[in-house]
């Protein structure tokens, strides 16, 4: 059993990432132990649509209800994947199903292409899985630091006699922008998106301090950062992208498997 009381806060945050990750395709997870057994037994579309079947059930309670016990369970019982593979997958070739084998041995990485959908928010999940520790405090004010960092590098939010260092110029019409953003921000984790472009601006903001120098933004910009900020979700993140495309990179990385989300 997981200990916060043993672990730094760091330590507890990773935990519950991973976690998170697991808990948010939990019955795809746990297949990594259970499919190459049911194999002996079932067919292999069955066992594949069975597993794409539960996991689209799961996607209904995932966010409703979040038990760390059988989290920590979960791990236990995939902890053993690869032995369970192996054995699974020469017990068939033995068998002379060999087709069955090959979906025994590499099921691990399967579970990457059968679980892709629905999409999966870990940050949500992430704090959800902090609050079990009862370290919603902790999360909170991580959370809230990042936020208080990010308006506090955005101070100079003003339109500057000079040319600002960052503009968004404005080459598409509004609707055909919404459609073209609507698309690319599909499966994003936008809690995950706002830590990602605070992120940005702070490493902004370190270098621009290193030259000597200080960060100038449009005032367009800067409302539709603070939006985001505050808000982070489809809508928002469309403002912000009119305004400035260039931010599109941290959205991408903030999907599921992306930088952000690791």
């Not at 955005?154 to 953003?181: D, I, K, N």
């Not at 985001?228 to 260039?246: E, G, H, K």
Request: net charge neutral; with cysteine.
């Amino acid at each position: 059993m997981w200990d916060p009381l043993l672990h730094s806060d760091e330590e507890n945050v990773r935990w519950c990432w991973l976690r998170a990750v697991e808990w948010g395709r939990w019955p795809i997870f746990l297949s990594q132990s259970i499919a190459p057994v049911l194999l002996a037994f079932l067919s292999v579309p069955v066992v594949i649509l069975s597993f794409v079947g539960l996991n689209l059930l799961w996607a209904l309670v995932r966010y409703r209800f979040v038990s760390r016990r059988l989290a920590e369970l979960g791990f236990f019982i995939v902890l053993p994947k690869m032995l369970i593979c192996a054995r699974m997958a020469i017990y068939l070739y033995l068998q002379h199903d060999i087709l069955k084998g090959a979906f025994a041995l590499v099921w691990p990485a399967l579970i990457f292409i059968i679980g892709v959908f629905p999409t999966v928010q870990i940050g949500v999940l992430q704090g959800k899985f902090m609050q079990a520790l009862r370290l919603g405090d902790v999360w909170r004010a991580r959370r809230d630091a990042r936020r208080e960092a990010f308006f506090q590098g955005m101070r100079h939010a003003v339109e500057p006699a000079q040319a600002p260092l960052v503009e968004g110029p404005q080459v598409e019409s509004q609707s055909q922008q919404t459609t073209r953003w609507d698309e690319a921000l599909q499966g994003v984790d936008f809690e995950a998106a706002r830590s990602a472009v605070a992120y940005i601006f702070s490493v902004a903001a370190d270098e621009a301090r290193r030259q000597g120098a200080e960060c100038y933004y449009k005032q367009e910009f800067a409302d539709a950062a603070h939006a985001f900020m505050s808000n982070p979700c489809m809508q928002t993140a469309i403002q912000l992208l009119r305004v400035d495309a260039s931010l599109l990179p941290a959205f991408e990385g903030s999907k599921p498997g992306g930088l952000s989300t690791g």
